[in-house]
């Protein structure tokens, strides 16, 4: 089967990874986009715009599924791309809210980009899933995912955003380039785990393999 996966940049191989890891006998095609990195900061019709253009080229490779390795692609286009392309199979990218709340921690924070923090659907993820005794702090990493990219100023760009956090059971890693750098996030946070929703996205492909 033709799987497709795209992101605004490299961010969302380690996406690729994790579906390859349950499915490696599948026919692959990766755009990573970092021409329009970051997504996060573009306005929803560009972003739209952009999208559209990536989904053509998949469609040319012949691709029945595919991935949007986007938190911030996801919540702004994914509903779209279901009407203007109902032959194919979307699957999406969300933050791992469900998964962090169900470990029951009590301190959560999600790092994602200002894209996906204002996404009204991660505001539905922190609405419908969030326990009573559960504080979830939402904080958008302006400049991370871009710095991730081009490798420049990450820990400048971390220090910035992170220093002074702390006492967090649970890190959501809420776009696909900052798992890239999970070791030196981990070194803010030493006692908290830190998640990703990359295990989530790979299972749903599967599951949609294994239908057809």
């Known amino acids: 089967m033709k799987i497709g996966v795209f992101d605004s940049g490299k961010g969302g191989t380690t996406v690729l990874e994790a579906i390859k890891r349950v499915l490696p006998n599948e026919e692959y095609k990766y755009i990573g986009d970092s021409k329009n990195c970051p997504y996060g900061e573009k306005s929803d019709e560009e972003l739209m715009r952009i999208v559209c253009g990536i989904v053509d080229e998949l469609c040319d490779f012949g691709a029945e599924i595919i991935v949007i390795a986007c938190n911030t692609a996801t919540a702004k286009c994914i509903d779209k791309l279901r009407e203007l392309y109902p032959k194919i199979e979307f699957v999406g990218t969300e933050p791992a809210i469900k998964l962090a709340v169900a470990t029951g921690a009590e301190k959560i924070l999600v790092m994602a980009t200002p894209g996906t923090i204002e996404s009204?659907?991660?505001?539905?993820?922190?609405?419908?899933?969030?326990?009573?005794?559960?504080?979830?702090?939402?904080?958008?990493?302006?400049g991370l995912a871009d710095a991730i990219e081009k490798d420049e100023n990450v820990d400048e760009v971390l220090n910035r955003l992170l220093k002074g956090k702390k006492n967090y059971d649970v890190v959501v890693l809420g776009c696909t380039h900052y798992s890239l750098i999970r070791d030196r996030i981990q070194k803010y946070f030493p006692e908290a785990l830190l998640i990703d929703g990359n295990d989530g996205v790979a299972s749903r492909v599967q599951q949609i393999v294994q239908k057809h």
């Open 120 to 142: 009204e659907r991660l505001h539905e993820l922190v609405r419908d899933n969030k326990m009573n005794n559960q504080k979830i702090e939402l904080l958008a990493c302006a």
